[in-house]
């Protein structure tokens, strides 16, 4: 069947199709929930969410652009809704000078502050295409259709 024929019979709430589309999914969006979750119940925790909105949202799909890359985007925002509510549990580490590695390594000199220097200096598409792959897990191909 279709991938755009499964879209259609999700939205008419037809569990068959819901449970293909979730079949054909589930490795990467819970992949994507494992990458920014403490720990694997969180994961889970954040993947049925994500899947709850996919469902819900699945009429509103139309029909331009990449599903999988749509699916994506809604699953890595139920993850932003969820550290949102939770945000008050977050605490943050600050570094000092006295914290940086002693070893000599290359990847131990690279710290925070350089990594977001460097990005502060690419170009804005540049920027657009490192944040789309890197943090939100769109592939090459999807970025570009997106980006056109």
Known sequence: MSLDRLIKQCADNDRKAQKEIYQLFAGKLFSICLKY???????????????VTIFNKIGQFN???????????????????????????????????????????????LYYEDIIALLDNLSGST?????LFAVEGFTHVEIGEKLG
């Open 63 to 109: 029909f331009k652009g990449s599903f999988e890359g749509w699916i994506r985007r809604l699953v890595f925002h139920s993850l932003a809704d969820h550290f949102k509510k939770e945000s008050k549990h977050i605490r943050f580490l600050e570094v000092s000078d006295k914290d940086k590695p002693s070893s000599d390594s290359i990847l131990d000199k």
């Open 37 to 51: 979750s403490k720990n694997k119940q969180e994961a889970q925790d954040n993947f049925q969410d994500g899947f």
């Open 127 to 131: 920027k657009e295409v490192f944040w």
